[in-house]
Nanobody, 117 residues
Framework: QVQLVESGGGLVQPGGSLRLSCTAS????????MGWYRQAPGKERELVAS???????TYADSVKGRSTISRDNAKNTVYLQIDSLKPEDTAVYYC???????????WGQGTQVTVSS
């Protein structure tokens, strides 16, 4: 089973930017789907952005226009750039991958993003 490790979270002031990274323990070429999700305290986990092996991309309305998801197969990494951060972006951000062969879903441990002045 693949291990996914998120990084790049932290404390950011409103209006700032962050780039989150999700690095897999093996090649991500076999994943037909990789996504970033987030969960705020007391709320359900929600999709933020996703990217398929054919670079089909989806964004949640809440981040559309100020977020970019990308994948670097050579580095086994998926990135999520979020600009113009708002306090409501505060959450634990998780990476998810779905293997195209087994359809097994894997999750990372999450990285905390806090947007506050």
């Amino acid at each position: 089973q693949v291990q996914l490790v998120e990084s790049g979270g932290g404390l950011v002031q409103p209006g700032g930017s962050l780039r989150l990274s999700c690095t897999a323990s093996r090649s991500i070429v076999s994943f037909n789907y990789m996504g970033w999700y987030r969960q705020a305290p007391g709320k359900e986990r929600e999709l933020v952005a996703s990217i398929t092996s054919r670079n089909g991309i989806t964004y949640a309305d809440s981040v559309k226009g100020r977020s970019t998801i990308s994948r670097d197969n050579a580095k086994n990494t998926v990135y999520l750039q979020i600009d113009s951060l708002k306090p409501e972006d505060t959450a634990v951000y998780y990476c998810k991958a779905t293997d195209s062969g087994t359809l097994l879903q894997s999750w990372g441990q999450g990285t905390q993003v806090t947007v506050s002045s």
